[in-house]
């Protein structure tokens, strides 16, 4: 009787493999992850995002004076789960005042990422940048340009922003860019006008499977059932004959 059984419940475990692999999944998950942490303290930041965590790794840009980035002290706000060195390093940028409209960027396949939203830590001098504004395009700013929304910077010792929810119309593009834009500094002699950003993350609640490997599980399915339907078959045979 147990071995009669067995092609069925083979069947049954295979399609709740399957039903589970490709339901949706609430939990986030990490899409892109900004650490800034391959540096050392004083030196050129980093914009890589290559060895970090995340689902992609690409490279961010700067529209900001060179001269004006420095790798600085992190912030204990917004790490990444599972990022030992969230904290070490972070992205100081400092004559916010000759830099008011700067910002950064970094180019997203977005065609699996659904729900999408993105944080980030920071902190303000009372002269450097009061507020940051995330906007998304889909041809690299030439003549597409949308605003997700704007956010005031106010802590002299880190805060946790979140940008959220992202527009669904920024989903299913093959590149997507995202940009970052700080403004309100005020340039005030040798004063120092300092703003500093770490771990910028871009989450998302579930990832669409590619289509190769929704065709794949398939197969593998259709594969499952041909087999054990022969099981069946020649068992029925020693059983009647």
Known sequence: MKIRKFPLFAAILGALIFTAAFAPRANAILAVLYNFEDSTLGGAPDFGSVGDLGLQHPTMTAQYAAASMVSVAGLAFNGAAG?????N???????AGFN????????VDTNTLVDMNLSLAASTSNLGFSSVELLYSNDGFVSDTHLVGTESITSAIGEPISFAPIAAAAEGQSDITFRLVFNGATFNGEVPQNTVIDNIQLNTR???????????ALLGACGLC???RRRLIRLLRLRYA
């Open 83 to 87: 990022d030992p060195d969230a904290n």
């Open 206 to 216: 579930t990832v669409i499977p590619e289509p190769a490997s929704v065709v794949g």
């Open 100 to 107: 008011n409209l700067g910002f950064l960027q970094f180019h």
């Open 89 to 95: 390093l972070a992205l100081g940028l400092t004559n």
């Open 226 to 228: 041909w087999n054990q």
